[in-house]
């Protein structure tokens, strides 16, 4: 059996959920219930950040201490993650007890790497990204040029990793392999690495809100390594050995593009250091934004996936934001473009092709689905051929994790089968039967029972995208949902039973009304 370890970021307590995050672990979600289906040992992991300056900041703020801050956040990305479906094996937090002995071993590993040394730091740090910025990154006036804010100048005694040295190796990596995807970020980090690596300080001697650094406890470990770290302490390193090489190196980290040099440069070159096999595939989409604005608390743009859920329902939600954009690119949400692809491709398409069929089976053949009796016409063709392709086509995509693709093939077999209910008629076939024609019969049986066969490939295969209305959807079929390792069997046309009595319910997804 082959096993599939995916990641999302771990994420700041300094924010509540949104939809940022959300789409993130929706997309690791899905490819989880996807190779679960496939029959993949899968290991899904998500979990929060929860050290560093800024929390402790932000925790004196509130008079509160940074670990009960950091638990009022930390159970509002659990509720988030429940209320949108999410199927995470482990969550893990980096202020968990494992976490932090885990994070106490591999530091102690690095500095004994020979790899380490102490050093003087001077620059500018932005305490809400937890990074250090060349003068030539910065905006005018000092301002961090990912969140528009002040950044500190900052001189210290640290200790350094010499990154520098992974030059040609983190080269190799990134421009020779398919480490990290799409294309675009490939080209990005090149440039990074074209301008030559710096080493970079990993403790911090001002900050007491993280992990102490092994041997010398005036300094805690940088937020960043500390936070990186998770993707080996959530599967066992240092306290699970059996676990973790069951696990790693991870098959995909998942994130958007904002943090890929930390991903894709510093951690590779941290787990070469300490002579762990690097993670298999960085995969970086891109950027939401909302009716053309950055999503932001303090300007009050934000998605808030609760509020949207309870709208539209989760499985809506899921399905609209892996559809609308592609995976990988920069996409604007308005809610009016949400409303009209829910109503169009979940409400219309998909829910009356339920309806309709699932009604004429109840009408033609009291509810029974018929055996199919007649030869393959064109028509046929035209519904059964895709189908036929389905599975390969969204294993072709789903090994690139083109997401929105996915979701592109099963939306036109959708179109496919509502044409197909044009072109066939099957009204037009029953007034024929009725009047004894025993062609007709024949043919009406064959059409319901092709689009009752493809209606069953399409809730199967929506379902880890859909995980409640895909199994709503079977069920009216009559159809039990499938456990994992069905995927093979499921996606083949055909294997429905005639004679499955079919069990009309109501509307999957209710027209949506502003
Ligand atoms: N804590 C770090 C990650 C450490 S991972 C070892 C961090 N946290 S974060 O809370 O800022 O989360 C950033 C991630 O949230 C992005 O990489 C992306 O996955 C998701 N997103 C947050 N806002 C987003 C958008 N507006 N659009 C798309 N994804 C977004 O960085």
């Not at 482990?90 to 202020?95: E, K, L, P």
């Not at 339920?354 to 689905?369: C, E, H, I, S």
């Not at 029972?449 to 079977?474: C, Q, W």
Request: proline share 5%; glycine share 8%; aromatic share 12%.
């Amino acid at each position: 059996m082959a096993k599939f370890y995916i990641t999302t970021p771990i994420y700041y307590v300094n924010d509540v959920p949104h939809m940022g995050h959300a789409y993130t672990t929706i997309a690791a979600d899905v490819l989880a219930r996807y190779h679960r289906l496939m029959g993949d040992d899968v290991f899904f992991l998500t979990g929060t950040d929860e050290h560093g300056q800024n929390i402790e900041r932000v925790a004196a703020e509130k008079k509160i201490t940074p670990k009960e801050y950091c638990d009022t956040v930390v159970a509002q990305f659990r509720d988030a993650w429940r209320t949108l479906d999410i199927s995470n094996d482990y969550f893990v937090r980096t202020t968990d007890e494992r976490h932090i002995q885990a994070v106490s071993k591999f530091a102690a590993a690095l500095l004994a790497s020979g790899d380490v040394y102490r050093g003087q730091y001077k620059g500018w740090y932005c305490p809400r990204c937890e990074a250090f910025f060349q003068p030539e990154e910065l905006l005018p006036e000092h301002l961090c040029p990912i969140h528009k804010r002040d950044c500190e100048w900052t001189e210290e005694e640290n200790y350094f990793f010499a990154l520098s040295r992974y030059q040609d190796r983190l080269a190799h990596l990134v421009g020779e392999t398919d480490f990290v995807l799409p294309e675009t970020r490939r080209n990005e980090l090149l440039g990074v690495l074209r301008q030559g690596l710096q080493d970079f300080s990993i403790s911090r001697e001002r900050v007491h809100w993280g992990v102490p650094l092994p041997g010398d406890p005036k300094q805690v470990l940088y937020v960043w390594v500390d936070a990186l770290l998770n993707y080996i302490t959530a599967i066992g390193y240092g306290d699970d050995e059996r676990t973790f090489y069951r696990y790693w190196p991870a098959d995909v980290h998942l994130m958007a593009k904002e943090i890929i040099r930390f991903h894709c440069l510093y951690w590779p070159a941290m787990l070469m250091a300490v002579g762990l096999p690097v993670p298999k595939r960085v995969f970086a989409h891109g950027w939401l934004t909302k009716d053309g604005q950055k999503l932001s608390k303090t300007t009050g743009n934000v998605i808030d996936p609760f509020d949207l859920a309870r709208r539209f329902g989760s499985d809506a939600v899921r399905y609209y934001f892996l559809r609308e954009g592609a995976f990988g690119a920069d996409w604007d949400y308005t809610e009016s473009a949400f409303a009209r692809r829910y109503n169009a491709d979940l409400a219309n398409d998909l829910g009356n092709l339920l309806n309709r069929t699932v009604q004429m089976v109840v009408r033609y053949f009291d509810g029974a689905v018929p055996a199919p009796l007649d030869e393959t016409t064109q028509a046929d063709g035209q519904l059964l051929k895709p189908a036929e392709a389905l599975r390969s086509s969204l294993e072709r995509s789903l090994e690139a994790d083109a997401l929105q693709e996915v979701l592109i093939q099963l939306g036109s077999l959708v179109v496919e089968a509502n044409k197909y209910v044009q072109v066939t008629a099957p009204w037009e076939l029953a007034k024929a039967r009725k009047n004894g024609d025993e062609g007709a019969a024949r043919r009406l049986a064959t059409v319901l029972y092709n689009l009752m066969d493809v209606l069953r490939l399409l809730g199967y295969a929506f379902s880890p995208v859909i995980p409640r209305k895909g199994p709503e959807l079977l069920a009216q079929l009559g159809i039990e949902p499938s456990g994992p390792g069905s995927w093979n069997d499921q996606m083949r046309l055909g294997s429905y039973l005639p004679g499955t009595v079919v069990q009309p319910g109501g509307v999957l997804f209710p027209k949506y009304e502003a």
